[in-house]
């Protein structure tokens, strides 16, 4: 067929475990040319540690500092420094992901930004090989059940509040409009859910809400401002290590994207290409069906008398996307039918072309799981063939480690 898909490895552990020459020969001959390497932790018995020692030097003046390479991790760290020599020599181009620069804590963080950079530096100078640096994200969440890990009425940390007034916005203004809106989803009714289900609405339904209520306009732009700026730090960082260097950042779903601060248009100018992540799976980290489950969940439980069908419905509406054969919260824990993917997934796959202009800047990440309920072979078959059609020209496979035999083979009939 004819994608030009990006290897994940998750775990670098593998190059020591199967040896380098065995994973780079075996994914070489089916056709892989680019390799993602991450997260760059590795780990031996009891022991977990970064894949390279750190030289402080590059940290001077930031208090977060890298962790030490334990004696233990020594031999694996050359394995790991040799494979990445070794793929770059073969012809691979080499990509890192998870390279230690996460943000500990909240993105608007200038320590954190500052790590990440001295990070990003730091292991350009260990793995000179390397064409370039993917971001897990960054976003702001966008789930509403309480205290979930992707929260979408956070954050307003002290940082934030040191951000907005350098970005000229008023956050505890922002944050009451924020907290009203999470009221207000505990007041639908079912009859305004239907009412809302049966008015036919376009782009500036939404512009007249948010005349309504400008901070909670001020609240998405900020956001998008923050990613802005982290992200835009990064692509100027990697750009002055080197001009042939590349960045990614990875958006969710292009239905979710916007409300976790992105806008593809404008990370376009301090992107080289996109990771979206394609990701439908039933529970366990960010899939998909998993989101639609708790966002119905979470409906049913601050609106009594609100039923599954409803709750479900409702989700469409708002993201502007359907399911085709889900009409329960049980019945998101069945595979994806072909309709599914005949329909949503292009449909998705069109957004994201629509906002990122250029087919070739997208790059989506493409996984079974993340905990939760696995994606069946079948199920993958469709994916791919919908990311062919949609006219994508490559994805990344998350990941080698997890990958089964069946799987591998099903990934090679669509490699150009
Ligand atoms: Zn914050």
Redesign the pocket.
Known sequence: MSLKPLMFMGQIQAFEREGAKHILDRLWAGGIRQLVLGDLILSTGETRGPSFAPDLGFYEGISRKPPALPPDLEKPSRIFADAVKAAADKGYKVLFHDWGSYPAG?L??PEQLRFGLARTRETFARYPETHGFVLDGPEWGYEIEPEHRSDVFR???E??QRKAVELGFDLKAIEAAALGMKARLSRLSPKVMRGFMATQTGPFDALDLLLQEPALFDWLRFKTESIQHYVGAHYACVKELGAHLQLACGPRLAAFAPLTGYNFRRLGEVTDFFCPKLYFWQHGIDGLKGTVYRYAKTLMEFNPGVDEQLALDFVFNLYGFTMPGVSSLETLSQPLNREFFEQTVPAEIAKMIFRTGEVERLKPWVGLHHGGVRISSDELSLLLEAITTSGLQSMIYWHYSDMTQDEWQILQRFIA
């Open positions: 909240c608007n963080d954050c307003f940390c940082h934030c």
